[in-house]
């Protein structure tokens, strides 16, 4: 005797294969997670800021190490702009402070801050910088990711308090932080 799948029994049939494939891709990411990430600095037009910055997820959060050089000698601000895109001379074409949950300019320090809100990096009297962070709201991975949005370098120090974006001055450095092999 043959069996005939009836209309209520295909639909049936078809919700419940598209109910445990979802259940599936839920659960498996599509891509694997992202552990380390790089931006390369570039000048933006008449500076001569070069450098990297680093970006390691480590069990308490997000080593942010960088390197620059060409900076006049003290602090500068030092964020994560919210777009990628580092073609125009002066780096304003990367927006904003990245700030994904509407909080206040702040500190890297302060409770309620930017994503993007790192706050200075200081050169000494040869224009050589480093920094080095573990920054537990900084994500390589999810629907706040800083995969693809730029790194800047201010001209000026970031106050850390005026709003929206702390009175640092003009872009002199910027680069798009891509994913690296780990």
Do not use: W
């Not at 919700?15 to 891709?25: E, K, P």
């Not at 570039?42 to 997000?62: H, I, R, S």
């Not at 809100?117 to 000494?124: C, H, P, S, V």
């Amino acid at each position: 005797m043959k069996q005939f799948l009836t209309p209520t029994l295909c639909i049936t049939s078809l919700l419940a294969g598209l109910l445990l494939g979802s259940s599936y891709y839920y659960h498996s990411p599509l891509y694997p997670s992202v552990a380390k990430a790089v931006a390369i600095v570039y000048p933006t037009k008449g500076n001569t800021v070069t450098g990297t910055v680093v970006f390691t997820q480590e069990t308490d959060g997000l080593h942010i190490s960088a390197n620059l050089t060409g900076l006049t000698p003290g602090k500068h601000g030092f964020h994560i702009h919210e777009f990628g895109n580092c073609v125009c001379d002066d780096a304003k074409c990367t927006g904003d402070h990245f700030n994904p949950t509407g909080q206040p300019h702040a500190g890297p320090d302060a409770t309620k801050r930017h994503v993007g809100d790192l706050g200075n990096i200081e050169a000494d009297a040869q224009g050589n910088a480093t920094y080095s962070y573990v920054d537990s709201v900084t994500k390589l991975n999810g629907p706040d990711s800083i995969i693809g949005r730029a790194v800047i370098v201010h001209a000026d120090a970031d106050d850390l308090t005026s709003q929206p974006s702390g009175n640092a001055g003009a872009r002199v450095g910027a680069g798009v932080i891509g994913i690296c092999k780990s």
